[in-house]
């Protein structure tokens, strides 16, 4: 596993431009949110849930859950301090939330976070894992999960042809341009889909994946959604 140090995440002005700049360059982001709110609403609500945020960014996968339901108890995790000072700024108001700072390295082999959470979201963070690697973090998941509790990945996924790819590609690519003329962007990133397979990056195929979680004993697994390499899935502990 690459450590996080020798990352384009541990350097502060790669994850500023990315804090900044994720509504222009990650495809149907608004979307994507809006599905995992769904999600929350039709099979979490309604009780109070404890929720675990993997490599958490900036906070506003918890940010956009505790809005629909304050009542959340979130323990959110990322390596970068930079990241992690941003989800505090952006969570402030809420009391019932706690910050670590850990790789998924590190979380594997300590497993800092001793509890079972009723709800564990991830996006755009478990793809800089290898195969085996997201494995065993989904065997990690899975047995930090409350039964009945839910698993959802929010993430790029490795297209399973060469024509699929390029397709996906230029969809993307695409999507960035009207993204930059809406809102009158100065700065390109056209450039992002190309670099997505860089020496951080390691996107597996999604079959793989929902064969991985179904292997693990993950109940209802399935993809929520797909937009070119983008996807949402997940499955639930029995």
Known sequence: MTDFSET??????????????????????????????????????????????????????????????????????????????RAKERLKAYEEVRLIKTGFQELLEKDALPESFDFIVSSLAIHHLDKGEKNSLFEYIYSHLNPGGYFLNIDVVLSPSEGLEEWYLLLWKEWIVERQEALNSREDFTDVPDRYKNKDNKPDILEDQLSALKSIGFKEVDCFYKYGIFSVYGGRRK
């Open 8 to 85: 384009n995440w541990a350097k502060a002005d790669f994850s500023k431009e990315y804090a900044e700049n994720a509504d222009i360059f990650i495809l149907e982001r608004r979307r994507l949110l809006e599905i995992l709110k769904s999600f929350y609403r039709n099979f979490l609500a309604g009780r109070k849930n404890n929720i675990l945020d993997l490599g958490c960014g900036d906070g506003v996968l918890t940010r956009e859950l505790l809005g629909i339901d304050g009542s959340i108890s979130a323990t959110l995790v990322d390596a970068s301090d930079d990241m992690l000072r």
